[in-house]
């Protein structure tokens, strides 16, 4: 059976890495790094997202900032907002919480944060930089960011290697396939256009999966040995859970744990890593702008 990968536990660790950091940053030289989430509107889910990421930054000494705008704002204001941190030298990190509403232009506004506090890495420059060759973005997306931290923590090998991300999504399937080839990967995408999934990725010794369809993934599609990670996050019905439904992923846990080598499972595998990432990154923003090695 293959090795379960514990994003569970690898989050605690960072976790506890990063709070050691933040003191010894504190110590040295008095700075504690700063956090803001701007929330246009007033989703349930936007907001226990953004409770959440308040929550982890609490628990490492991360100072966390919280601006509500409702949902009619302009873009202007939100803009201006995004403006009057980017100056503020407490604040390191600017992360708006997405999605925004309808008659905003994510583009427009991801455009105002400041690349060098840009935590989420959404700034089409960090994206661009983050795709060419011998350039490195300020940030990476924290979730495919989260995936490559537990192919390194689990000591897989990606260079020379043929890896498959399903899925191309800005803000998972594409920046994880530029991340594995940053790595030396040799990198196919998979997406809903894809003639024949299967073979393409049972050529694959890292699958990296972000379609957001349960257990899109069989058996057959996967290489005797190869690693699995798991993004996908599907509600499907179970009577007997307690609030009649449970996650899975979008690959088949039961059938690809008989033949992969390692395996995400969801929930515990990728999901904790994405708000740990996301301290690491302002973490990382605080010491670049203070020059802290
Ligand atoms: P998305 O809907 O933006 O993108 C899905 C991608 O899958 C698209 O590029 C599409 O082309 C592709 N696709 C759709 N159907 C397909 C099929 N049958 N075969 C192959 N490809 C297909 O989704 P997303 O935002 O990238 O999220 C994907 C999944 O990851 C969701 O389940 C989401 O809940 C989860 N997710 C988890 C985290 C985390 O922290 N773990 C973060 C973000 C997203």
Redesign the pocket.
Known sequence: PAKVIDGKLVAKQVREEIAVEVTRMKDAIGIVPGLVVILVGSRKDSQTYVRNKKKACEAVGIKSYEVNLPEDSSEEEVIKHIASFNSDPSVHGILVQLPLPRHMNDETILNAVSIEKDVDGFHPLNIGRLAMQGRDPFFVPC?PK?CMELLHRYGVEIKGKRAVV????N???MPAALLLQKANATVSI?????KN?EKITRQADIVIA????AN?VRENWIKPGATIID????PVDDPESPRCYRLVG?VCYEEASKVAGAITPVPGG??P??IAMLLSNTLEAAKRIHKFK
Do not use: W
Request: hydrophobic share 40%; net charge neutral; charged share 5%.
């Open positions: 979730t989260g399903i899925g191309r999504s803000i998972v399937g998979v997406h809903s256009q894809t999934p972000a379609v957001g369809v899109l993004v996908g996050i599907n979008d990728v999901g890593m994405t």
